[in-house]
């Protein structure tokens, strides 16, 4: 099944109902996630290369200081499959950790400052 071209609706329905981050571009999925920090953007690409060894599927992934951009399809069958779907969702949850991380941290430094 992980490697079966999906159609044009089938990545669309995922991407309104599972990954709104992301959009089909070009024949790939793709998003851009923004960060606090070069820091955190490093932490991210980080977490991406341990999901991508863990998948055996690797994206595309560009820097450009707090801003990380992905792009990902299944080269051997030239499309988008179940494979680049799980790396999605495994990518964008990845971020949502950074940023609840950041955001978890921010709220107990402003109610105990040091």
Do not use: C
């Not at 980080?46 to 863990?54: F, K, L, N, T, V």
């Not at 990902?72 to 964008?92: P, Y």
């Amino acid at each position: 099944m992980d490697n079966l071209v999906l159609t044009s609706d089938q990545i669309e329905e995922e991407l309104e109902n599972n990954l709104n981050q992301w959009k089909f571009i070009e024949s790939k999925l793709q998003t851009s996630f923004k960060l606090a920090s070069f820091h955190e953007a490093l932490l991210l690409i980080a977490q991406i290369g341990s999901i991508s060894e863990e998948l055996d599927h690797h994206a595309e992934i560009w820097n450009l200081y707090d801003q990380v951009t992905l792009a990902v399809w299944s080269h051997d069958v030239s499309g988008i499959t179940g494979r680049d779907l799980d790396f999605a969702k495994k990518a964008t949850g990845a971020y949502q950790a950074i940023v609840s991380r950041r955001q978890l941290y921010q709220s107990q430094t402003e109610t105990n400052p040091a």
